[in-house]
């Protein structure tokens, strides 16, 4: 009898042991997750701006030359349409066009410029061929106005609100630095095959940023 009484005391005693023990586990990963609440609370967001934006929808960035024609001399192009295009073309010994230069791309109001040359007048034997190279350029001036320096490969951008990719990964003209510190602002340039897109969002840590084209 006295030992049956010995053995569910002992009993009841581990029992009170795994009760016990359960309630400081249960006590401690509350205090765990406050403190990581805590900490979290405690950490800047990000803040970010999008100063300005704009589209280009038909931008004139090359010329292939198609056939160099005879007779040339050096000289300048133009394209009808294009606000801001500039560029010049050299030629070789027999007045072939060679090469072509690009000094400022074009903002065109159509797909298919018309590219004709400027000074000095030209009096070919054979006429030269050249062809227009269309991208679209998306731009935005961003400003990291927060505390927090982002890596930017934690920024991410979506054009119409699909395809998402990370600021770095779009590789945009202008991004120089794995990082967005703060204070700076980002003068950027993406070059795209020619499409339509209206909208420009960026996002990081919960905020969110968006912009017309």
């Known amino acids: 009898m006295a030992g049956s009484v010995g053995i569910g005391g002992l009993i009841i005693g581990v029992s009170l042991l795994v009760v016990f023990s359960m309630a400081v586990q249960t006590m401690s990963y509350q205090m765990e997750s406050s403190m990581d609440s805590i900490e979290a609370a405690a950490e800047p967001l ?17 010329i292939t030359i198609t056939d160099g024609g005879t007779d040339y001399v050096n000289g300048t ?37 018309v590219i004709t040359f400027g000074i000095p007048a030209q009096s070919p034997t054979i006429t030269a061929t050249l062809a227009p190279v269309m991208k679209t350029y998306v731009f935005a001036e961003v400003t990291n106005d927060g505390t927090v320096t982002l890596p930017t490969e934690d920024v991410w951008l979506f054009f119409d609100g699909a395809n998402p990719q990370t600021l770095s990964g779009s590789n945009p003209v202008g991004l120089s630095s794995e990082y967005w510190y703060s204070g700076e602002t980002l003068d950027l340039r993406w070059e795209l095959s020619p499409t339509t897109h209206s909208r420009l969002a960026f996002t990081s840590g919960g905020r969110t940023v968006g912009t017309t084209l």
């Open 46 to 62: 990000p803040s970010f701006t999008v100063d300005s934006s704009d589209i280009w929808l038909f931008a004139l960035e090359g």
């Open 77 to 113: 192009l133009v394209a009808s349409s294009c606000t801001g295009f500039s560029a010049s073309f050299t030629v070789d010994s027999n007045g072939v066009i060679d090469a072509v230069s690009i000094t400022s791309t074009g903002d065109c109001t159509t797909s298919t410029p």
